[in-house]
């Protein structure tokens, strides 16, 4: 089955430490991936997006993520976490057909201490 | 990016009256849209996914009946949720995609509908 894991539901930082977040995909086609944010009452923004080439894709916000095959992964990272960062992440798979929409995992609550 | 607009942004309405909801892509045409669900603190669930002039398909446990998608033009799909209850209040998200071949074509999201039924 088609499926994303964010196994951290909740993950506290301090402001100006480094970040990661994790994500696992199950999927049966070549996958496309994505981390998307959310700020409470908001809609998505679109942080990074993986569909091919290099494994490293930078995005917005200084966030970066890193497609790994062999481990099913598309971890997001950032070097230094600022306070404006605190918000909901998710990790999304999609598939190249048209007619197929994005799976999203539970997401991943980041709260950033001072 | 391409740009998926959502109306209203914000209702509230009485239980056993319906609300429409209205997804229009902006600038591109798109040949399949999702509807999504999100309940507070929880991921996005897709609902349904609509190709234009076609019926909706609906995921496992969406009551069509209750849920009505039109995806009438390449620019514009309605949900219409009938004879709302407080268990449906939500935070409805639409996206788009466009079917040209050749290329992955990525999926954009509007920026959602709250909807509060008292």
């Known amino acids: 089955a088609q499926s994303v894991t964010q196994p951290d539901i909740h993950i506290t930082v301090s402001e100006g430490a480094s970040l990661e977040l994790r994500c696992n995909y199950s999927?049966?086609?070549?996958?496309?991936l994505f981390w998307y944010v959310q700020s409470p009452g908001q809609g998505l923004q679109l942080l990074l997006k993986?569909?091919?080439?290099?494994?490293l894709v930078q995005g917005i916000k200084g966030f970066e993520a890193e497609f790994k095959r062999s481990q099913s992964s598309f971890n997001l990272r950032k070097p230094s976490v600022h306070w404006s960062d605190a918000a909901e992440y998710f990790c999304a798979v999609g598939a190249y057909q048209a007619g197929t929409a994005l799976i999203f995992g539970k997401g991943t609550t980041l709260s950033v201490s001072s | 990016g391409a740009v998926v607009s959502q109306h209203p942004s914000r209702v509230i309405c009485k239980s056993g009256t319906s609300v429409k909801i209205e997804c229009r892509s902006l600038?591109?045409?798109?040949?399949?849209m999702f509807w999504y669900r999100q309940f507070p603190k929880q991921s996005l669930m897709l609902m349904a996914t609509s190709n234009e002039g076609s019926k909706a398909t609906y995921e496992q446990g969406v009551e069509k009946d209750k849920f009505l998608i039109n995806h009438a033009s390449l620019t514009l799909s309605t949900l219409t949720v009938t004879s709302a209850h407080p268990e449906d209040s939500s935070f409805y998200i639409c996206s788009a995609r466009e079917g040209t071949s050749g290329a992955y074509n990525e999926q954009f999201f509007g920026p959602g509908t709250r909807l509060t039924v008292l």
């Open positions: 600038d591109f045409q798109a040949t399949t």
């Open positions: 999927y049966g086609a070549t996958p496309y």
């Open positions: 993986y569909f091919s080439g290099d494994t």
